[in-house]
């Protein structure tokens, strides 16, 4: 369904039912949105945008998504008529500009993220409060008010999120049959970091650290020295907040660290241009000794390696710690994806919208088909009602259960899916990784939400992503890491950031933080 809005607004984005619940909150049996009584309604029919951040996976392989089965098998769950589409979060300024927006629009992040184009700002969507109490009680319930706060603007709820809970997701992995070859331990600092991969290199392994383009998925040792340059990792420095990155002594160490391992080559030589699918393939090669990744996927790392090799193992380890004993990577804000309703879509279609995802987010019966599928198809039940699930093996099969568990699943706690993992050991090893390791790591810092207004009055200077740093600085640190540039020129960083609209958002920055409008501690506490 095509909606417009005016080509003004087009130009400028292109530019730039409550029920009885059970003891662990979700509703009891079949909890879609449907009319009680014998008669059924007509399915709600709108359009979905689901976003995604690569080119690649299972709905890539399906000719009409609207034909797949898990799509029908979920209209028919909620009583919709679904038109969905999957869209590479970068494209969203196309999409905004053609005027062909969905009824209801995912993003990665929240209102003010860039994708998003300034389109909750200029009235493409509409305000959810009166929906949500009237038609999403349990949704204002059992979300985190973090999250409704950064899914809010000018106190208005725009949109619904799916949240963590824990926002320490991110861990370190490593192929821990490589590690036995070399007879070393788990690396624990910087140093035994750079040994183990060292050692990796001498086995013959092609990238012992897999590195990515603008380090995303590729910042241990900048959280190692508590330097990562990200939109939420802003500090509190002498009465002043500024980016972490004004640390330039702790900057400094992480980039010869990083040339070291460049010049060793303990990293690829294209580091700077590997591209998130081709990241993806090397880990699925097995090419990768160690690497980045988020920690939920430990059970689909584990499945993937094995079907290379039987004696192929990953695990979770502690992330190397920098000389003050910090480590791990950013915490995530409370918000992964949010899901907005366009405007022009009328109330009763908005209504039957909101059901859904309440739905979602607290029937047994949505848990049980995103988690597990369909009942005869990927799973079964024994005599006492226990589930027998037949986990994915294959690649396509992994990536076809991420698309039904992972893109389908709009509105949940998406930290970890806590009923899968408790049914192999793969599973039982990611739980304990959360409560063992990445419940003690992760880097808290300042955000801002919405995003600061000298962010879209010096774009090269922000964060073009919740884990990508400002370009000006993200290119400052390849080259040095090259040769091109001396580490020690990074004072010289600082002060051409100053000079090009820095010192602004140093201001708005401890102005908000101060005046507490927005400017939000991201804690495991």
């Known amino acids: 369904m095509k909606k417009t809005i005016s080509l003004s607004l087009a130009v400028m984005m292109a530019a730039t039912a409550l029920t009885a619940c059970s003891s ?111 038609y999403g009680p349990n949704l204002l319930k059992m979300v985190p008010k973090a999250a ?28 821990t049959d490589l590690l036995a070859k070399t007879g070393l331990q788990a690396p624990k600092t910087v140093d035994e970091f750079l040994n183990v991969l060292r050692a990796f290199k ?84 097995g090419k990768a000794g160690i690497w980045s990744q988020n920690a939920s996927g430990l059970p ?18 502690d992330s190397p710690k920098g000389p003050e004993g910090k480590g791990g990577y950013f915490l995530y804000s409370p918000v992964v994806r949010t899901f907005y309703i366009n405007k022009n879509v009328k109330q009763d279609t908005a209504a039957g919208i909101i059901k859904m995802f309440e739905w979602m987010m607290t029937s047994k019966d949505a848990e049980t088909f995103f988690t597990f599928g369909i009942e005869g198809d990927t799973y079964t039940k024994d005599s006492s009602g226990a589930i027998n699930y037949k986990f994915p093996v294959t690649k396509e099969d992994i990536d076809e259960e991420g698309f039904r568990s992972g893109t389908l699943w709009a509105v ?23 409560d063992d390791i990445l419940s003690k790591e992760g880097l808290p810092g300042i955000g801002f939400y919405p995003d600061l207004s000298s962010f879209a009055k010096f774009p090269d200077l922000a964060a073009p992503q919740p884990d990508v740093g400002p370009k000006i600085i993200v290119d400052h640190m390849i080259k040095m890491i090259y040769g091109k540039e001396p580490i020690s020129d990074w004072p010289k960083v600082i002060e051409e950031y100053k000079a090009k609209g820095g010192t602004e958002i140093i201001k708005e920055a401890t102005d908000r933080w101060n005046k507490k409008q927005g400017a939000i501690m991201i804690d495991t506490k």
């Open 148 to 175: 409704w706060e950064s899914v809010s603007y000018n106190g208005k709820i725009y949109g619904i999120p799916e949240y963590l809970s824990n926002p320490s997701r991110r861990a370190t992995y490593i192929r």
């Open 24 to 134: 662990d909150g979700k509703v009891a049996g079949t909890a879609s949105p449907q009319p009680s009584g014998n008669v059924k309604a007509a399915p709600v029919k709108f359009s979905l945008l689901f976003p995604t951040t690569v080119s690649t996976g299972y709905h890539t392989r399906i000719p009409d998504l609207n034909k797949d089965k898990w799509v029908l098998k979920l209209e028919e769950l909620t009583n919709t008529d679904l038109d969905v589409r999957v869209v590479e979060d970068a494209k969203f300024g196309v999409m905004f500009a053609s005027n062909d927006i969905p009824d209801v629009v995912g993003s990665i992040g929240g209102p003010g993220s860039k994708s998003m184009s300034g389109s909750v700002e200029n009235g493409v969507f509409m305000p959810l409060d009166d929906l949500l109490k009237q």
């Open 300 to 317: 689909g790392s584990k499945t993937k390696l094995r079907a290379l090799n039987p004696d192929f193992k990953a695990d979770i380890i």
């Open 412 to 434: 949940h706690d998406s930290t970890y899916n806590k009923p899968r993992m408790q049914l192999n050991d793969d599973g039982k090893t990611t739980l304990k990784a959360f």
């Open 202 to 285: 001498k086995l013959g392994v092609e990238s012992p650290y897999q590195m990515r383009e603008n380090f995303k998925y590729a910042d241990v040792l900048l959280g190692a020295y508590d330097v990562l340059p990200y939109k939420d990792q802003f500090e509190l420095v002498d009465g002043q907040v500024v980016p972490k990155f004004f640390d330039s002594e702790n900057v400094q160490k992480a980039l010869t660290a990083y040339k070291t391992m460049y010049d060793e080559g303990l990293i690829p030589k294209e580091f700077a241009t590997i591209s998130a699918t081709d990241y993806n393939k090397s880990l699925d090669a």
